[in-house]
C-alpha cells in the first residue's frame, strides 16, 4: 500500500520554466491537497481538491495552478518559476473534508535559480 | 484569522530526558492535530484531540488539549533517538472544512 506518491523528489528550475509535480493516492480518499514549507513558517496550503472536479485556492495560490486529473492524481503546475518558489512541497490526500487527518507524501524539493 | 504558535522553535535534550511541546491558538479550537516530520520526510499523523480536557497517547507521546481549547501539549517520555524530528500541530477546520493551518513546528534534537 503506496498511500501518497510525489514525484519528483528532486527538482532544480531556472527562473522562467515551467514543471508539474506529480501526486498519486491509492487510498480511495476524495479530497487532496498541495502544502509548501518554507523555514519557520510551516505548511501553507496553496490548492485543495475537496472532491474529484473540483479546486479551491488556499493560502498561497499565486504562482500555481493545479489539475484533479481524476480521482487518485492532483497534479501542482509552476508555469513561470520565481526563485520564492523554492520549497519543499507535500501532496496530501484525505477522505472527506480535513478533520480524520492527512496522508502525506513524502515531499518534493524544488529549487529555482 | 487564527494562528499557532508553536514553543520551543527548538529542543535539544539527553536520550532518557522527558520533553514537552506546546501549541497555542489564537482562537478557540475546533480540534488540534499533532504531526512528526522526520528530516527530509513528509509528516505522519500522531493523534488528533477534539474535546476539551481530552488527553491521548501514541506510544511514548501523551498529548493534551486544555480545557479552553485553545492550548495543547505534547509530551514525550524517556525520549529517544527515534523521538528525534518536527513536531507540528494544526488547527482542525470545522466540520466540512478543508483548510488546516499548521503551526511553524518544533524541532526535536535528541542526544545519544
Known amino acids: 500500500n503506496a498511500g501518497v506518491t510525489q514525484t519528483p523528489k528532486f527538482q532544480v528550475l531556472k527562473t522562467g520554466q515551467s514543471m508539474t509535480l506529480q501526486c498519486a493516492q491509492d487510498?480511495?480518499?476524495?479530497?487532496m491537497y498541495w502544502y509548501r514549507q518554507d523555514p519557520g513558517m510551516g505548511l501553507r496550503l496553496i490548492y485543495y481538491?475537496?472532491?474529484?472536479?473540483?479546486?479551491d485556492k488556499g493560502e498561497v495560490p499565486n504562482g500555481y495552478n493545479v489539475s484533479r486529473l481524476n480521482k487518485r492524481e492532483f497534479s501542482l503546475r509552476l508555469e513561470s518559476a520565481a526563485p520564492s518558489q523554492t520549497s519543499v512541497y507535500f501532496c496530501?490526500?484525505?477522505?472527506?473534508?480535513?478533520?480524520?487527518?492527512?496522508?502525506f507524501g513524502s515531499g518534493t524539493r524544488l529549487t529555482v535559480v | 484569522s487564527q494562528e499557532l504558535e508553536q514553543s520551543p522553535q527548538s529542543l535539544i535534550v539527553q536520550e532518557g530526558k522527558n520533553l514537552t511541546i506546546n501549541c497555542t491558538s489564537s482562537?478557540?479550537?475546533?480540534?488540534l492535530y499533532w504531526y512528526k516530520q522526520k528530516y527530509g520526510e513528509g509528516l505522519i499523523f500522531l493523534m488528533m484531540?477534539?474535546?476539551?480536557?481530552e488527553e491521548k497517547s501514541h506510544e511514548k507521546i501523551t498529548a493534551k488539549l486544555d480545557e479552553k481549547k485553545q492550548q495543547s501539549s505534547l509530551h514525550i517520555t524517556a525520549s529517544q533517538p527515534s523521538h528525534a524530528g518536527i513536531y507540528l500541530c494544526?488547527?482542525?477546520?470545522?466540520?466540512?472544512?478543508?483548510?488546516?493551518?499548521f503551526g511553524a513546528g518544533t524541532r526535536l534534537f535528541v542526544k545519544a
Open positions: 496530501a490526500s484525505s477522505e472527506l473534508g480535513a478533520e480524520y487527518g492527512y496522508t
Open positions: 482562537k478557540t479550537l475546533y480540534g
Open positions: 487510498m480511495n480518499h476524495n479530497s
Open positions: 481538491s475537496a472532491s474529484e472536479g473540483t479546486t
Open positions: 484531540l477534539q474535546k476539551g480536557g
Open positions: 494544526g488547527a482542525v477546520p470545522n466540520t466540512g472544512g478543508f483548510k488546516t493551518i
